[in-house]
Every structure is written in C-alpha cells, then in structure tokens.
C-alpha cells in the first residue's frame, strides 16, 4: 500500500484560505483515485472530495462545494486541498485517502488513510 502524509494544516480566521498537500510513498498514486475526510472531535469521519487517477473526475460533499477544489500531480505523487473562505465548522483533522483499485471509477469507497492533518478555523 501507499503511504500518505498530509501537512498544510494548521490555525486561521474564519474568510481564510489554506492549501494541504498530501504525498505519497512507497507506490506512486498516479493510478490510483484520491480523497480527503475529515474529522471533527466527537464525529465520524465524513467524506470532503475525490479527484480520479487521472485528474479528469472529482467530487465534492455539497457542505465544501465552491469553496474548496481538489488537484493532483502525480510527477510529484502528491494530492493537494485547496480550502477557500473557510468557516469554523471546518474545523478538524483532514485525512488523505487512497483507493488502492487501479484505474477504477471514482466513488467515495477508499481502503486505506493518511494519520492527518489539523485544520482549526476561529470566528
């Protein structure tokens, strides 16, 4: 399997913007469909967008459509998060995901995360 890291996160204003970069070693993740979760204290998990293995497809969970805009570069093996104008229900630990089926249909279904990055937003 690959594994992920996350980093980019960190504390801001509510109206900011923050980029998170997620890169992957060990297997390159050009052919494989790529997400972010995320996680709030005392949440579940919920899915926040996917791009496919060749950049073509993504998909957005409808509470971050507009503002946030998931990208890859698979030279660099690496998935980026662009969160603009965020909001303090943002607020959580942003999870890099793989799924480790090769070429598929992008779906929101990933088998294996990164430990997360912290992305805290204040009113």
Not at 21 to 30: F, I, P
Not at 39 to 65: C, H, L, M, N
Not at 100 to 123: C, I, N, P
Request: aromatic residues 10%.
């Amino acid at each position: 399997q690959v594994h992920l890291v996350e980093s980019g996160g960190g504390p801001v204003q509510a109206g900011a913007s923050l980029r998170l970069s997620c890169r992957g070693s060990g297997r390159t993740l050009s052919y494989y469909n790529m997400g972010w979760f995320r996680q709030a204290p005392g949440k579940e998990r919920e899915f926040v967008a996917s791009i496919s293995w060749g950049g073509r497809s993504t998909d957005y969970a409808e509470s971050v459509k507009g503002r946030f805009t998931i990208s890859r570069d698979n030279a660099k093996s690496t998935v980026y998060l662009i969160m603009d104008n965020l909001k303090p229900e943002d607020t959580a630990v942003y999870l890099c995901a793989a799924d480790h089926r090769l070429m598929a249909t992008l779906t929101r279904d990933f088998d294996s995360w990164g430990q997360g990055t912290q992305v805290t937003v204040s009113s």
